[in-house]
């Protein structure tokens, strides 16, 4: 992504945001890709560098936390309402109306409330791995998760949360930076089942400095740079999305969403992964709150636009065409 079209602005709440802008050309939409932890806009350098071309704008920020937007270290900084409110200041300061929303992981989330809450402001909306969600309106007990995750499935789910909200959590994965994100961006999907899902195995991970190695579907290259974003950037604010969660800040903001705004009536498309673990999960919320989605499944893991490339660009291609949008 050509590093001379990233700009910044500041939005209504006072935190200044980077963010990656094409416009658009040739009657095509833009397309706002939201990234997920402990990503930054580059998560999505592939499918810029496929779409871009086609005439699509694209508007891809940093996340709040990551990259060159505001680190924020209050969990409530980190409401997704708040968020949402944010990436429609970013459409402000470019005078884009409407777009296409693409989402990824905590991005998904983050997309969802802007379904809820600005779904004007959309013509369609994407999910990859992590599908819709809707709002939250109870507060849930990360532990009471984990037994029920773990009675229901095997596994515990949520077991690297705890983890991740330690207070000193940032410090161990920063000391051992490339343990942490080769266990974030696994050689293989199913490591997570043994080493990111069960309570203690994460921290065990990074404690012991494993570095089996870096992901067939990423360059040395790619990790470098991820590598290098992530170290100047810090873990001390991205953790926060994991405080926030546990701690329930987002309850308060949900429970004040309409239930008629649950469902989305928009176009959608869902790609998941049937080699990550919340795909069984995702599929019949998007039947549920998303009717008429189009969904599609995938062999692949978490970071499925990065280890399915072409298979990603490709759905995107053909669901973009079909919505037989102009700018």
């Not at 507060?139 to 991740?164: L, P």
């Not at 290259?221 to 810090?234: C, N, S, T």
């Not at 308060?252 to 673990?277: C, N, S």
């Amino acid at each position: 992504m050509d590093p001379y079209l990233y700009k910044t602005t500041t939005v209504s709440r006072g935190l200044t945001y980077r963010y990656y802008y094409s416009p658009a050309r040739d009657g095509k939409p833009t397309l706002l890709f939201i990234h997920g932890f402990p990503s930054s806009s580059d998560d999505w350098n592939r499918q810029v560098a496929h779409l871009q071309p086609k005439g699509y704008g694209v508007v891809v920020p940093d996340c709040l936390g990551a990259g060159g937007t505001a680190k924020p270290t209050d969990p409530a900084a980190f409401r997704f309402a708040l968020i949402a409110r944010d990436m429609v200041d970013i459409l402000d300061a470019e005078g884009l109306q409407q777009v296409v929303g693409i989402g990824h992981d905590w991005g998904s989330v983050a997309l969802s409330r802007l379904a809820n809450l600005y779904v004007d402001r959309f013509h369609a909306f994407a999910w990859l791995a992590l599908s819709y969600f809707p709002p939250s309106v109870v507060a849930r007990d990360i532990d009471e998760a984990i037994v029920q995750s773990r009675a229901a499935t095997g596994n515990d789910r949520y077991g690297y949360w705890k983890f991740f909200s330690q207070d000193d959590a940032y410090l161990k994965c920063e000391k051992n930076i490339d343990s942490f994100l080769q266990l974030i961006y696994p050689a293989t999907p199913e490591l997570w089942e043994e080493w990111l899902l069960p309570v203690g195995k994460a921290e065990e991970w990074v404690e012991a400095n494993r570095t089996p190695g870096v992901p067939q579907w990423l360059s040395q290259e790619e990790y470098d740079a991820k590598r290098e974003i992530l170290v100047k950037a810090g873990l001390k604010s991205p953790f926060n999305y994991y405080n926030a969660a546990i701690g329930h800040v987002n309850v308060p903001d949900d429970q004040q969403i309409p239930v008629e705004m649950y469902t989305i009536h928009k176009p959608a498309l869902y790609i998941g992964t049937t080699r990550d673990f919340g795909t069984a999960v995702c599929k019949p919320i998007m039947e549920k709150f998303v009717p008429g989605s189009k969904v599609v499944e995938l062999y692949a893991g978490h970071w499925v636009q990065m280890e399915a490339t072409e298979r990603v660009n490709a759905e995107l291609d053909t669901w973009l065409e079909s919505l037989e949008l102009a700018a």
